[in-house]
């Protein structure tokens, strides 16, 4: 499905991750997938991947014998080990017995269907793949690293163990220890064996400590083993004699390359891999990631060679983890994978490096292209490093180089400079924003103002106020603007990043005159002109600027959730109507496209506001994360989603073209290439960026919403350990929604072995904690435990020792009221002293009576200390204080530190006390009520020091009712504020502050902003109403935008006095009712709002003409709550209106201030172009709002606008492929026909040329509806009704070839009611041909087909240089008028067959230069025409030709002279081969 594919990085620290077979295959290990390669000397082909595992690819291994090549086995930290066929990528089958995470696998290259795994556990397991059997062994108590089976002996196993030991195991006999090699110190990272049997070639360079006496004395058969270890040395193990025969340390080299961080430690891992056919020679890691080939039979001390010795550019960078060689094209290779997530593959002969295949260790947040250097593509990824990969170089597909100094976090946002070469902006998920020169090796300059958040999107533009003050030569052409997730945007001084960045949300309020607060900003998008910047925000609103000042011209409010991507129409379209197109994604998996060129080039005093889409695209079932405009098309965006796929649209058709499914994970960055319209590139959280044609896909849409719910089960263990977070951190905040991206990464699938953008110094030796660390066991606890789980005998599960040890605890708890427990003594050691015996307690009463009567010191008694502590009760203060100092050493050595703080406190040291309470953590309520004693600032101290003792403990409120009792009120509210506890610190502020302190504003504030994060918009909007924020308030609670949420928004905002947001959401919930078709409450929630009689006005005239086209097949659902007043009358549809108008609404038509203010309101609302995809229910609003213009043009005397505005509502049917509406308007506005045209004919001024263009539009339409009706009349009063029925059903508009048709058997069921209406307005005669026979319409039409002819033949140019296969519906033939009926039936099934034709035939006598000459011909005979017959839209004249003659062959009622003139207009303008088709298969 792929062009190229950059994957995923091999995972990290495992001991076989990857293997190849014979084939060139190799496969290995990243995240949970499984990838195969197509390796060749020359280059990788990424094949595909394996899918299946839940958790981290530990191993993986191909089976080696003949015939068997496709086959391999993988094992994963889910337990698993699972064998897969790489041809049909398919799941063989898979068993669990490992209970442990499995930590090697390795397929027995003699024993066919032996695979051979082992665990953390120690446990080996041999599964029979075809018979399905398995046996477990447990020959060493030990974790296992690495295993190898022997390429000698079927049953012998070498397993490399942790702790350095090696076992060889005889699984014969039920994994029976044959040989422990010892020697190693520490983990034994890889095992390999020799590809000899025999032990002969290294006898004479044994080790000297070798005893010859032991060798054998012949060579049999056992095979040398070779091992790398973390302790630096690489061992040769002769297998026969079961000892070490050569010791080989590793050189200290450590050539690092220059993507290295000098500042990141990483493990050592030592990888030894022994080549097939050298039996003499095995390769080994080293410490920077340098490979050296060991010559095992060399004389002298240096036995290796460094592999590309010739540059450091070929070496890995970071240690090397695994090595596989295999031989192709009599060429021997060797395959290594490294940490510095690059694959590498090596000649053997040469010991260079052939070439490298770079990888990713992140998330693909973003990629762009560059527009200076064609074809550079930069790649943000999240492990914390930028790639620049040259993706038009010849020499190497994958030619990348990265950049990582400056990059401590993950990469989130990328922008090329417009016009400076090779200068790349970017952003992390840290805040941090940067400018790299990719054509020079100095770090990134860094901005000095970070952002708070994940930075989402950067842009170059125009600088504004202030950085746009002073001379060209003072400040720069372009600045940087970077948007991030605290909701801002801020200009940066790319000559100056050391400076200040301003915040431009200063401009925009001081230019608007804003005073509420702005919804934060979530993307931005500068037109390419730079004159008009796009911002989207968190509510789902678009506002768009006028540069350099920031004036808003509109604002957008058609989404209703954030907004994810921005993206304006590329500047070089050949249609300058298109270059103002706006495209937007959100989180409601809806592509919006909006025409923004009457608000851009004909801006309003006050901002428009645009509730229309110009295209609406659907189809994703996710959340929208990126779009792209192709450079080569007008119209074709392509967009990315969370539903994991791509989709390519026709934007101006509002089709599908096709999806893109490649990717196993959701997708968050695309673009188109620069250089090939075929291909579009992009990137996801499966940790890949894949190149793709959209020729080759074979999905149109995207996958239904099944796709989704599988992803989101993936995300289930995830989504349970955030919310325990939360439950944990009292409120915690949940991450914004524009933040997914960022924190959504799944764990279970982290690639390389490390979450992504781990750090490379982070311990990987650390595992997740353990059950029998929860419940505070010990490991040797919670081994007995295991195993009385795992017991047969009748032993207790760990279940029931749980349940004995609860029954346990109740019982001592029943029986603790019985015994009393005698408090501690704070005075132990005395204490003690009075248990000794009596000789002893009888000998201190002499030594008390001698101190006490003695005038000097007793020899050998110091009362207080030592053997007579105990008498320092009975003496004098003194020795009492001595006694108090020894209980308190007792004390402190047995952890009683109350005990010791209540000596000191008895002494009156009570400072002393206190300061040891602090010191030690203990300080209770009581000491800290005898605090006052001390002193007013010991007591504070000392309340400072117990609040942050209770912090520590998670006692907040407590903590917070402290400090309020030292008058420490705004640290209290600070604390509760900080720990998320906005409630409380509400309550504490509001009673001790005044109402007008700034701290209560902002406490309510940052409440209502979490609180807004975590959806409770109700209690957001009460925070937002007590700080006396309205505006936010209202928005807010519109935020969820249901119904009765919008409808209170605006009440609210009537209240506060926001008339302007009250009028906008009123409008958004009418518009909500009236897509339901609740008219009456759309008109009560309008009818609050003053300013909004005009749209009451157009939503009357939507009512009425619902219910006038009820019967009519227009209106095909049921109608309930609809006003009296709309019943149909049998006057006119137009008075009827004016009447309802008057009597219901109070209109005035006399006031004309009042008709033009209300015709200027209906005129401002944008009211987009039809398209067949619009929504009936939609398409009847947008015609009322023409009806609606009309009626008040007709009040204000504006005969001219009431003519333009009835074409626009009777064109409007046509142009939606509704030829029934078309009819139905005609009926309704022009019940007359051709009088009522000629009516407003007689009212126009005639020397206006142009109302007179806009007349005879109108006056085409109303024939050209006409003309099909006596077609059908004719066709109804045939007397062959077989045949004439069978052409009538087959000669609708649709089916003549006007694709802007389509059949309406609803007129055709109606034959007598056609056959009266049209005599009732006369038979069609010669005037009425002649009004749609007009030549210069004609020849615009056919320049105009003329052109979209050869841009179709340059599409198939194009492709023909590609040989895949053609492109389906890609490069549409010509939309002539009658392309469709002239295919046969298998050609419309089947194009592919036509259109190669076609580009064969194209590509044989046609070059790019003539077909760009015959466009510009073209082009200068469109110019030549006048402009009032290319503004207003006229049917297809050859269709009416086509028609015309049809009737006259079929029913003889056409003049002459009529049809002579439809045929020679067929003949001059008649130039496509789809027209003639239909005309000879109609006419002749």
């Given at each position: 499905?792929?062009?190229?594919?950059?994957?995923?990085?091999?995972?990290?620290?495992?001991?076989?991750?990857?293997?190849?077979?014979?084939?060139?295959?190799?496969?290995?290990?990243?995240?949970?997938?499984?990838?195969?390669?197509?390796?060749?000397?020359?280059?990788?082909?990424?094949?595909?991947?394996?899918?299946?595992?839940?958790?981290?690819?530990?191993?993986?291994?191909?089976?080696?014998?003949?015939?068997?090549?496709?086959?391999?086995?993988?094992?994963?930290?889910?337990?698993?080990?699972?064998?897969?066929?790489?041809?049909?990528?398919?799941?063989?089958?898979?068993?669990?017995?490992?209970?442990?995470?499995?930590?090697?696998?390795?397929?027995?290259?003699?024993?066919?269907?032996?695979?051979?795994?082992?665990?953390?556990?120690?446990?080996?397991?041999?599964?029979?793949?075809?018979?399905?059997?398995?046996?477990?062994?447990?020959?060493?108590?030990?974790?296992?690293?690495?295993?190898?089976?022997?390429?000698?002996?079927?049953?012998?196993?070498?397993?490399?163990?942790?702790?350095?030991?090696?076992?060889?195991?005889?699984?014969?006999?039920?994994?029976?220890?044959?040989?422990?090699?010892?020697?190693?110190?520490?983990?034994?990272?890889?095992?390999?064996?020799?590809?000899?049997?025999?032990?002969?070639?290294?006898?004479?360079?044994?080790?000297?400590?070798?005893?010859?006496?032991?060798?054998?004395?012949?060579?049999?058969?056992?095979?040398?083993?070779?091992?790398?270890?973390?302790?630096?040395?690489?061992?040769?193990?002769?297998?026969?004699?079961?000892?070490?025969?050569?010791?080989?340390?590793?050189?200290?080299?450590?050539?690092?390359?220059?993507?290295?961080?000098?500042?990141?430690?990483?493990?050592?891992?030592?990888?030894?891999?022994?080549?097939?056919?050298?039996?003499?020679?095995?390769?080994?890691?080293?410490?920077?990631?340098?490979?050296?080939?060991?010559?095992?039979i060399k004389s002298g001390k240096q036995k290796w060679t460094l592999l590309g010795g010739s540059s450091d550019s070929q070496n890995h960078s970071r240690i090397v983890f695994n090595v596989n060689s295999l031989c192709l094209e009599d060429r021997e290779l060797l395959i290594s994978t490294s940490?510095?997530?690059?694959?590498?593959?090596?000649?053997?002969?040469?010991?260079?490096?052939?070439?490298?295949?770079?990888?990713?260790?992140?998330?693909?947040?973003?990629?762009?292209?560059?527009?200076?250097?064609?074809?550079?593509?930069?790649?943000?990824?999240?492990?914390?490093?930028?790639?620049?990969?040259?993706?038009?170089?010849?020499?190497?597909?994958?030619?990348?180089?990265?950049?990582?100094?400056?990059?401590?976090?993950?990469?989130?946002?990328?922008?090329?400079?417009?016009?400076?070469?090779?200068?790349?902006?970017?952003?992390?998920?840290?805040?941090?924003?940067?400018?790299?020169?990719?054509?020079?090796?100095?770090?990134?300059?860094?901005?000095?103002?970070?952002?708070?958040?994940?930075?989402?999107?950067?842009?170059?533009?125009?600088?504004?106020?202030?950085?746009?003050?002073?001379?060209?030569?003072?400040?720069?052409?372009?600045?940087?603007?970077?948007?991030?997730?605290?909701?801002?945007?801020?200009?940066?001084?790319?000559?100056?990043?050391?400076?200040?960045?301003?915040?431009?949300?200063?401009?925009?309020?001081?230019?608007?005159?804003?005073?509420?607060?702005?919804?934060?900003?979530?993307?931005?998008?500068?037109?390419?002109?730079?004159?008009?910047?796009?911002?989207?925000?968190?509510?789902?609103?678009?506002?768009?600027?006028?540069?350099?000042?920031?004036?808003?011209?509109?604002?957008?409010?058609?989404?209703?959730?954030?907004?994810?991507?921005?993206?304006?129409?590329?500047?070089?379209?050949?249609?300058?109507?298109?270059?103002?197109?706006?495209?937007?994604?959100?989180?409601?998996?809806?592509?919006?496209?909006?025409?923004?060129?009457?608000?851009?080039?004909?801006?309003?005093?006050?901002?428009?506001?645009?509730?229309?889409?110009?295209?609406?695209?659907?189809?994703?079932?996710?959340?929208?994360?990126?779009?792209?405009?192709?450079?080569?098309?007008?119209?074709?965006?392509?967009?990315?989603?969370?539903?994991?796929?791509?989709?390519?649209?026709?934007?101006?058709?509002?089709?599908?073209?096709?999806?893109?499914?490649?990717?196993?994970?959701?997708?968050?960055?695309?673009?188109?290439?620069?250089?090939?319209?075929?291909?579009?590139?992009?990137?996801?959280?499966?940790?890949?960026?894949?190149?793709?044609?959209?020729?080759?896909?074979?999905?149109?849409?995207?996958?239904?919403?099944?796709?989704?719910?599988?992803?989101?089960?993936?995300?289930?263990?995830?989504?349970?350990?955030?919310?325990?977070?939360?439950?944990?951190?009292?409120?915690?905040?949940?991450?914004?929604?524009?933040?997914?991206?960022?924190?959504?990464?799944?764990?279970?699938?982290?690639?390389?072995?490390?979450?992504?953008?781990?750090?490379?110094?982070?311990?990987?030796?650390?595992?997740?904690?353990?059950?029998?660390?929860?419940?505070?066991?010990?490991?040797?606890?919670?081994?007995?435990?295991?195993?009385?789980?795992?017991?047969?005998n009748g032993g207790k599960s760990f279940l029931a020792v749980k349940k004995d040890v609860k029954d346990e605890k109740k019982k001592e708890k029943i029986e603790l009221p019985l015994k009393k427990r005698k408090p501690r003594s704070i005075l132990p050691l005395s204490t003690s002293m009075d248990?000794?015996?009596?000789?002893?307690?009888?000998?201190?009463?002499?030594?008390?009576?001698?101190?006490?009567?003695?005038?000097?010191?007793?020899?050998?008694?110091?009362?207080?200390?030592?053997?007579?502590?105990?008498?320092?009760?009975?003496?004098?203060?003194?020795?009492?204080?001595?006694?108090?100092?020894?209980?308190?050493?007792?004390?402190?050595?047995?952890?009683?530190?109350?005990?010791?703080?209540?000596?000191?406190?008895?002494?009156?040291?009570?400072?002393?006390?206190?300061?040891?309470?602090?010191?030690?953590?203990?300080?209770?309520?009581?000491?800290?009520?005898?605090?006052?004693?001390?002193?007013?600032?010991?007591?504070?101290?000392?309340?400072?020091?117990?609040?942050?003792?209770?912090?520590?403990?998670?006692?907040?409120?407590?903590?917070?009712?402290?400090?309020?009792?030292?008058?420490?009120?705004?640290?209290?509210?600070?604390?509760?504020?900080?720990?998320?506890?906005?409630?409380?610190?509400?309550?504490?502020?509001?009673?001790?502050?005044?109402?007008?302190?700034?701290?209560?504003?902002?406490?309510?504030?940052?409440?209502?902003?979490?609180?807004?994060?975590?959806?409770?918009?109700?209690?957001?909007?009460?925070?937002?109403?007590?700080?006396?924020?309205?505006?936010?308030?209202?928005?807010?609670?519109?935020?969820?935008?249901?119904?009765?949420?919008?409808?209170?928004?605006?009440?609210?905002?009537?209240?506060?006095?926001?008339?302007?947001?009250?009028?906008?959401?009123?409008?958004?919930?009418?518009?909500?009712?009236?897509?339901?078709?609740?008219?009456?409450?759309?008109?009560?929630?309008?009818?609050?709002?003053?300013?909004?009689?005009?749209?009451?006005?157009?939503?009357?005239?939507?009512?009425?003409?619902?219910?006038?086209?009820?019967?009519?097949?227009?209106?095909?659902?049921?109608?309930?709550?609809?006003?009296?007043?709309?019943?149909?009358?049998?006057?006119?549809?137009?008075?009827?209106?004016?009447?309802?108008?008057?009597?219901?609404?109070?209109?005035?038509?006399?006031?004309?201030?009042?008709?033009?203010?209300?015709?200027?309101?209906?005129?401002?609302?944008?009211?987009?172009?039809?398209?067949?995809?619009?929504?009936?229910?939609?398409?009847?609003?947008?015609?009322?709002?023409?009806?609606?213009?009309?009626?008040?043009?007709?009040?204000?005397?504006?005969?001219?606008?009431?003519?333009?505005?009835?074409?626009?509502?009777?064109?409007?049917?046509?142009?939606?492929?509704?030829?029934?509406?078309?009819?139905?308007?005609?009926?309704?506005?022009?019940?007359?026909?051709?009088?009522?045209?000629?009516?407003?004919?007689?009212?126009?001024?005639?020397?206006?040329?142009?109302?007179?263009?806009?007349?005879?539009?109108?006056?085409?339409?109303?024939?050209?509806?006409?003309?099909?009706?006596?077609?059908?009349?004719?066709?109804?009063?045939?007397?062959?009704?077989?045949?004439?029925?069978?052409?009538?059903?087959?000669?609708?508009?649709?089916?003549?070839?006007?694709?802007?048709?389509?059949?309406?058997?609803?007129?055709?069921?109606?034959?007598?009611?056609?056959?009266?209406?049209?005599?009732?307005?006369?038979?069609?005669?010669?005037?009425?041909?002649?009004?749609?026979?007009?030549?210069?319409?004609?020849?615009?039409?056919?320049?105009?087909?003329?052109?979209?002819?050869?841009?179709?033949?340059?599409?198939?140019?194009?492709?023909?240089?590609?040989?895949?296969?053609?492109?389906?519906?890609?490069?549409?033939?010509?939309?002539?008028?009658?392309?469709?009926?002239?295919?046969?039936?298998?050609?419309?099934?089947?194009?592919?067959?036509?259109?190669?034709?076609?580009?064969?035939?194209?590509?044989?006598?046609?070059?790019?230069?003539?077909?760009?000459?015959?466009?510009?011909?073209?082009?200068?005979?469109?110019?030549?025409?006048?402009?009032?017959?290319?503004?207003?839209?006229?049917?297809?004249?050859?269709?009416?030709?086509?028609?015309?003659?049809?009737?006259?062959?079929?029913?003889?009622?056409?003049?002459?002279?009529?049809?002579?003139?439809?045929?020679?207009?067929?003949?001059?303008?008649?130039?496509?081969?789809?027209?003639?088709?239909?005309?000879?298969?109609?006419?002749?």
């Amino acid at each position: 499905m792929h062009e190229r594919l950059l994957p995923a990085s091999p995972n990290w620290y495992c001991s076989r991750c990857s293997d190849v077979n014979s084939d060139g295959i190799l496969g290995f290990g990243a995240k949970n997938t499984i990838y195969l390669l197509k390796v060749t000397a020359t280059s990788p082909t990424v094949l595909g991947e394996l899918n299946g595992h839940t958790e981290r690819v530990s191993g993986f291994a191909f089976c080696r014998h003949d015939g068997q090549e496709n086959i391999c086995a993988s094992t994963s930290d889910d337990k698993t080990v699972k064998i897969w066929d790489i041809d049909q990528k398919a799941l063989l089958t898979e068993h669990s017995v490992h209970q442990s995470i499995i930590s090697a696998i390795h397929w027995s290259p003699v024993e066919k269907g032996l695979v051979v795994s082992g665990d953390e556990k120690g446990i080996v397991v041999c599964y029979w793949h075809g018979r399905n059997d398995t046996h477990s062994f447990f020959p060493e108590p030990r974790t296992i690293f690495c295993l190898t089976c022997s390429p000698h002996n079927e049953n012998y196993v070498a397993v490399g163990y942790k702790d350095g030991m090696i076992a060889l195991i005889d699984i014969s006999k039920k994994g029976e220890v044959v040989h422990r090699l010892r020697g190693h110190e520490e983990e034994i990272h890889a095992l390999t064996w020799c590809p000899e049997a025999k032990e002969e070639a290294l006898y004479s360079l044994q080790e000297d400590n070798t005893d010859s006496s032991n060798g054998l004395k012949d060579a049999e058969v056992g095979g040398y083993l070779a091992s790398g270890s973390r302790d630096q040395t690489v061992r040769i193990w002769s297998t026969a004699r079961g000892k070490g025969v050569m010791t080989l340390k590793l050189p200290f080299l450590k050539r690092r390359g220059a993507g290295v961080d000098p500042g990141v430690k990483e493990r050592l891992w030592l990888t030894v891999h022994w080549p097939n056919g050298r039996p003499s020679q095995i390769i080994s890691s080293c410490f920077g990631g340098e490979l050296v080939a060991w010559d095992l039979i060399k004389s002298g001390k240096q036995k290796w060679t460094l592999l590309g010795g010739s540059s450091d550019s070929q070496n890995h960078s970071r240690i090397v983890f695994n090595v596989n060689s295999l031989c192709l094209e009599d060429r021997e290779l060797l395959i290594s994978t490294s940490m510095d997530r690059e694959i590498k593959c090596w000649d053997l002969a040469l010991l260079e490096c052939c070439w490298t295949l770079p990888t990713l260790g992140g998330f693909v947040y973003a990629i762009g292209f560059s527009p200076v250097a064609t074809g550079c593509l930069a790649l943000g990824v999240g492990d914390n490093m930028i790639r620049v990969w040259n993706t038009l170089s010849v020499q190497n597909p994958y030619d990348t180089k990265t950049y990582w100094q400056g990059i401590k976090s993950k990469v989130t946002a990328l922008a090329w400079h417009s016009v400076k070469e090779g200068s790349l902006a970017f952003g992390t998920d840290d805040g941090k924003v940067g400018i790299y020169d990719a054509y020079s090796n100095k770090p990134p300059q860094i901005s000095s103002t970070f952002h708070r958040r994940t930075v989402y999107c950067l842009g170059w533009g125009p600088p504004i106020p202030p950085l746009s003050f002073g001379g060209s030569g003072d400040r720069p052409s372009y600045s940087l603007y970077s948007c991030a997730g605290e909701g801002i945007i801020l200009q940066h001084d790319p000559w100056n990043l050391s400076g200040e960045a301003t915040n431009i949300d200063k401009l925009i309020r001081d230019t608007n005159n804003i005073k509420h607060k702005l919804s934060p900003h979530t993307d931005l998008s500068w037109k390419p002109d730079g004159k008009v910047l796009a911002i989207g925000n968190e509510d789902g609103s678009i506002e768009v600027y006028a540069a350099p000042n920031l004036k808003l011209l509109c604002s957008v409010q058609q989404h209703h959730k954030i907004i994810n991507a921005l993206r304006w129409h590329h500047p070089h379209s050949g249609r300058p109507e298109l270059r103002c197109l706006l495209a937007s994604g959100s989180s409601n998996a809806l592509v919006y496209v909006h025409d923004l060129c009457s608000a851009i080039e004909n801006p309003s005093e006050s901002p428009v506001l645009v509730t229309e889409a110009f295209r609406s695209l659907s189809g994703h079932t996710n959340k929208i994360t990126n779009l792209a405009w192709s450079p080569h098309h007008d119209g074709r965006l392509v967009t990315v989603s969370y539903d994991g796929t791509a989709q390519v649209w026709d934007v101006l058709k509002e089709e599908p073209i096709c999806n893109y499914r490649g990717h196993s994970g959701r997708l968050l960055c695309v673009q188109w290439s620069p250089v090939d319209p075929n291909l579009v590139w992009t990137g996801g959280d499966d940790f890949t960026v894949q190149e793709w044609a959209v020729s080759k896909q074979e999905h149109v849409r995207p996958p239904k919403s099944r796709r989704r719910v599988e992803l989101e089960k993936k995300k289930v263990p995830q989504k349970k350990t955030k919310k325990k977070k939360k439950a944990i951190g009292k409120g915690g905040a949940k991450v914004e929604e524009n933040e997914a991206p960022i924190g959504e990464e799944e764990k279970g699938a982290a690639g390389s072995g490390l979450d992504e953008g781990q750090s490379y110094d982070e311990d990987e030796e650390g595992g997740c904690v353990s059950i029998s660390t929860a419940l505070g066991l010990s490991k040797e606890t919670n081994k007995d435990v295991c195993g009385a789980e795992k017991t047969h005998n009748g032993g207790k599960s760990f279940l029931a020792v749980k349940k004995d040890v609860k029954d346990e605890k109740k019982k001592e708890k029943i029986e603790l009221p019985l015994k009393k427990r005698k408090p501690r003594s704070i005075l132990p050691l005395s204490t003690s002293m009075d248990h000794r015996p009596k000789e002893e307690l009888q000998q201190d009463c002499l030594d008390l009576a001698s101190v006490t009567h003695a005038k000097g010191e007793v020899a050998g008694c110091v009362p207080g200390t030592g053997e007579h502590i105990q008498l320092g009760l009975f003496t004098d203060r003194e020795a009492l204080f001595q006694m108090f100092k020894e209980e308190e050493e007792s004390h402190v050595e047995a952890g009683h530190y109350d005990s010791m703080m209540y000596l000191r406190l008895w002494k009156g040291d009570l400072i002393g006390a206190l300061n040891l309470a602090t010191e030690k953590g203990e300080l209770t309520d009581h000491l800290v009520s005898l605090a006052p004693m001390a002193g007013y600032q010991v007591w504070a101290k000392t309340v400072e020091s117990y609040v942050k003792q209770l912090c520590m403990q998670e006692q907040f409120l407590k903590a917070a009712s402290h400090l309020v009792s030292v008058h420490k009120l705004y640290e209290a509210i600070g604390l509760l504020k900080a720990h998320q506890l906005y409630r409380e610190a509400i309550a504490l502020a509001k009673a001790r502050l005044r109402a007008e302190d700034p701290v209560l504003k902002d406490l309510y504030m940052t409440w209502a902003a979490v609180l807004e994060r975590d959806g409770h918009y109700t209690t957001a909007a009460k925070c937002y109403l007590a700080a006396d924020a309205s505006f936010d308030a209202a928005k807010v609670i519109a935020k969820k935008g249901d119904v009765m949420s919008l409808k209170t928004a605006a009440n609210l905002a009537k209240i506060a006095g926001e008339s302007n947001l009250s009028q906008s959401l009123s409008l958004r919930c009418a518009k909500d009712l009236m897509l339901s078709q609740d008219w009456l409450a759309a008109q009560d929630i309008l009818s609050k709002q003053d300013t909004l009689l005009g749209h009451r006005l157009q939503f009357c005239v939507s009512e009425m003409l619902t219910r006038c086209l009820a019967h009519t097949g227009v209106v095909t659902w049921s109608l309930t709550s609809m006003h009296a007043w709309s019943e149909p009358a049998d006057e006119g549809f137009l008075a009827a209106v004016c009447r309802v108008w008057k009597n219901v609404f109070g209109l005035v038509p006399t006031d004309l201030d009042e008709m033009r203010a209300l015709h200027h309101q209906l005129r401002a609302i944008e009211n987009p172009p039809a398209t067949a995809s619009v929504p009936m229910k939609q398409l009847l609003f947008h015609v009322a709002l023409d009806v609606a213009l009309s009626v008040l043009s007709q009040l204000l005397g504006d005969w001219a606008s009431v003519v333009e505005e009835l074409l626009r509502a009777v064109t409007r049917g046509f142009e939606a492929g509704h030829f029934t509406l078309m009819t139905e308007m005609c009926e309704l506005l022009l019940p007359q026909g051709m009088d009522s045209v000629e009516v407003y004919k007689r009212r126009l001024m005639k020397d206006d040329e142009e109302s007179l263009d806009v007349y005879q539009s109108l006056e085409a339409f109303v024939c050209y509806q006409f003309m099909y009706r006596d077609w059908w009349r004719h066709s109804c009063c045939s007397n062959t009704n077989s045949h004439s029925t069978e052409d009538m059903n087959g000669q609708t508009p649709v089916e003549n070839g006007d694709p802007n048709h389509e059949t309406r058997t609803t007129i055709q069921s109606k034959d007598q009611d056609v056959e009266a209406t049209v005599r009732s307005k006369g038979s069609v005669g010669e005037g009425f041909w002649k009004i749609l026979l007009s030549e210069p319409h004609a020849n615009l039409q056919a320049t105009q087909r003329a052109i979209e002819d050869i841009q179709s033949r340059v599409s198939l140019l194009v492709q023909h240089h590609h040989p895949q296969e053609p492109q389906p519906n890609l490069c549409a033939l010509p939309q002539t008028g009658f392309c469709d009926i002239t295919q046969e039936p298998s050609s419309l099934e089947g194009p592919v067959g036509l259109e190669s034709k076609q580009r064969s035939s194209v590509a044989e006598s046609e070059s790019f230069p003539a077909l760009v000459v015959q466009v510009t011909e073209h082009q200068k005979r469109i110019a030549a025409i006048p402009d009032h017959l290319k503004k207003y839209p006229f049917p297809d004249v050859l269709e009416c030709c086509i028609v015309l003659l049809y009737m006259n062959k079929h029913f003889g009622v056409i003049p002459r002279h009529v049809c002579v003139e439809a045929s020679s207009l067929l003949v001059r303008y008649g130039s496509t081969s789809s027209l003639h088709k239909a005309w000879q298969k109609l006419t002749l």
